[in-house]
């Protein structure tokens, strides 16, 4: 058992190497050495039989008398060794004899021994141990429990399979991102995800073949474009819109036969509204937009993988968006205007930076930062595990949401990062503020960090969860009384808690 067990742990440690080396790097790496190991693996673990666990016999000198009551024998297959159940009476040298009923792995010329004669020998390794408690006659109690032919294989023989697998699961699960090595390896001639692959050309290129793949559809088609869409691996896809029929067309270019598919039609709700015309993309040098979009994220996102060029709805502006990092939870997306400009990425888990752009915006967007016009003001990250305390148009992105009353508008101001600012807003018939509103000026970063380390030191909270964080400020029924509060979660399990503006601690949800 020792050694099956010990040859279980190592094909787990085989498993989880293979599985872990290939999960975290190049997919060459993948096949040169996950693919073997896994493999290997295989061939090494050990493969529980049926015999397992039972009373297994081997070369003995000493033979003991039994007299054999019952037989029986397994015919599931062919093989010598099967799996046989023996009732018989035991009587060792001077010993007093015992009833036994026993399950042994026993040969088939051992079983036509016994069979052709009851009175008879059996080596000593094939006699099981004296039970606490005999076996009766049926006159007597019945013995609690009963050995019974189907209690083979024995419930021992699981634990070599769930060994293997738990080993590779925690070595998988314990090294995680560390599986990750830096190997150099040589051009395939295989485009990979990730611009980093020589082999997909530039953006700029892959645009203006797009452009060139438009103009043959037809002579109006180069101002009925819905999206430009480069793909990851260097495919690409094009949909225009034919205004006679109101249906999409659309074309594919795949980059591993270098042709253009299509193109083919399907209908769609979309209409001129959403179209734009391919001039308007005339200031936009997207090879350039690429790597500056690459320079503005964390280092480990900065792999390009995509980008679709579109209107993000009816008469809204033409926007290039492309998502960079090669899985989740690296995956982010940033957006790119007509005019080159890039948005801002930030992470709204920094209070400080999150407040400055908020202010810079609320003053382009012509909203006074003096006057008590917000109504609720949220910041909240963008990690895995952040909570979501309150719907709304940042609950799942992140970043900073600002709900106004202004005196002649009302609405909303969020702030993605990556993307450019939005602004829904509507005529204020009334021309008033609402009751418990707070101006921009009146919130500090320095107060919300405040708040932020007396709620983890006041709840334990880990401080690599600091940056999953959601915080606002609003007037609402809370603790038995309407007031304006700050109200702040950290981390994916921990209770809602209440400060004063000023970060004074009130209670909690």
């Known amino acids: 058992?020792?050694?099956?067990?010990?040859?279980?742990?190592?094909?787990?440690?085989?498993?989880?190497?293979?599985?872990?080396?290939?999960?975290?790097?190049?997919?060459?790496?993948?096949?040169?050495?996950?693919?073997p190991l896994a493999v290997a693996a295989i061939v090494v673990a050990p493969r529980p039989r049926r015999i397992d666990g039972l009373v297994t016999g081997g070369h003995s000198?000493?033979?003991?008398?039994?007299?054999?009551?019952?037989?029986?024998?397994?015919?599931?297959?062919?093989?010598?060794?099967?799996?046989?159940?023996?009732?018989?009476?035991?009587?060792?040298?001077?010993?007093?004899?015992?009833?036994?009923?026993?399950?042994?792995?026993?040969?088939?010329?051992?079983?036509?021994?016994?069979?052709?004669?009851?009175?008879?020998?059996?080596?000593?390794?094939f006699i099981p141990e004296r039970p606490n408690v005999a076996l009766t006659d049926?006159?007597?109690?019945?013995?609690?429990?009963?050995?019974?032919?189907?209690d083979h294989p024995?419930?021992?023989?699981?634990?070599?399979?769930?060994?293997?697998?738990?080993?590779?699961?925690?070595?998988?699960?314990?090294?995680?991102?560390?599986?990750?090595?830096?190997?150099?390896?040589?051009?395939?001639?295989?485009?990979?995800?990730?611009?980093?692959?020589e082999s997909v050309r530039p953006p700029q290129e892959r645009v203006d073949a797009m452009l060139a793949e438009?103009?043959?559809?037809?002579?109006?088609?180069?101002?009925?474009?819905?999206?430009?869409?480069?793909?990851?691996?260097?495919?690409?896809?094009?949909?225009?819109?034919?205004?006679?029929?109101?249906e999409s067309i659309s074309m594919n270019y795949s980059s591993s036969s270098d042709s253009w598919y299509g193109p083919s039609r399907s209908s769609t709700p979309w209409r001129t509204p959403r179209t734009?015309?391919?001039?308007?993309?005339?200031?936009?040098?997207?090879?350039?937009?690429?790597?500056?979009?690459?320079?503005?994220?964390?280092?480990?996102?900065r792999d390009f993988q995509s980008m679709e060029i579109a209107r993000s709805g009816d008469d809204l502006p033409v926007l290039a968006t492309a998502t960079f990092g090669e899985s989740y939870p690296d995956e982010?997306?940033?957006?790119?205007?007509?005019?080159?400009?890039?948005?801002?990425?930030?992470?709204?888990?920094?209070?400080?930076?999150?407040?400055?752009l908020a202010q810079e915006t609320m003053t382009k967007a012509g909203l006074p930062t003096d006057?008590?016009?917000?109504?609720?003001?949220?910041?909240?990250?963008?990690?895995?595990?952040?909570?979501?305390?309150?719907?709304?148009?940042?609950?799942?992105?992140?970043?900073?949401?600002?709900?106004?009353?202004a005196p002649d508008r009302t609405g909303s101001l969020s702030i993605v990062p990556g993307f450019f600012p939005t602004m829904r807003s509507s005529d204020n018939t009334s021309g008033g503020t609402r009751e418990g509103s707070v101006a921009f000026d009146d919130l500090s970063a320095d107060t919300f960090d405040a708040v932020r380390d007396d709620y983890m030191r006041r709840y334990q909270v880990d401080a690599f969860d600091r940056a999953a964080v959601d915080i606002q400020t609003s007037y609402q029924y809370v603790l038995q009384d309407y007031q304006t509060t700050m109200m702040v979660q950290v981390g994916p399990d921990d209770p809602i808690a209440y400060y004063t503006l000023d970060g004074q601690f009130l209670g909690e949800d």
């Open 154 to 197: 024995a419930k021992s023989t699981v634990l070599l399979p769930v060994l293997t697998i738990g080993v590779a699961a925690a070595l998988f699960f314990g090294v995680g991102t560390g599986w990750h090595v830096s190997v150099s390896l040589p051009d395939t001639g295989i485009s990979s995800i990730g611009s980093g692959d």
């Open 61 to 125: 000198a000493v033979n003991i008398p039994v007299s054999v009551e019952a037989v029986t024998r397994s015919s599931l297959d062919a093989s010598n060794v099967q799996p046989t159940l023996v009732t018989a009476t035991i009587s060792p040298p001077n010993d007093t004899e015992y009833r036994a009923r026993w399950l042994s792995a026993m040969p088939k010329g051992m079983v036509a021994n016994l069979l052709h004669d009851a009175d008879n020998r059996l080596p000593s390794s």
């Open 371 to 405: 006057l008590p016009i917000i109504d609720r003001f949220e910041i909240r990250g963008t990690v895995s595990g952040t909570p979501i305390m309150r719907a709304g148009e940042i609950q799942n992105s992140g970043g900073v949401l600002i709900d106004f009353t």
């Open 276 to 301: 734009f015309r391919a001039d308007e993309l005339s200031k936009m040098q997207f090879t350039t937009i690429v790597d500056r979009m690459g320079a503005a994220l964390p280092e480990k996102s």
């Open 214 to 246: 438009v103009g043959k559809l037809g002579p109006g088609a180069s101002n009925n474009i819905f999206t430009l869409s480069l793909g990851t691996d260097g495919n690409d896809r094009i949909q225009i819109y034919d205004p006679a029929t109101g």
């Open 138 to 150: 049926e006159s007597d109690p019945a013995p609690t429990p009963d050995i019974e032919f189907g």
């Open 332 to 356: 982010l997306e940033i957006q790119a205007d007509t005019d080159g400009n890039i948005a801002v990425w930030f992470d709204p888990a920094d209070f400080g930076a999150a407040m400055t």
């Open 1 to 35: 058992m020792f050694r099956q067990a010990a040859r279980a742990t190592l094909a787990g440690a085989m498993l989880g190497c293979g599985v872990g080396l290939g999960a975290y790097n190049h997919w060459v790496v993948a096949l040169v050495v996950g693919v």
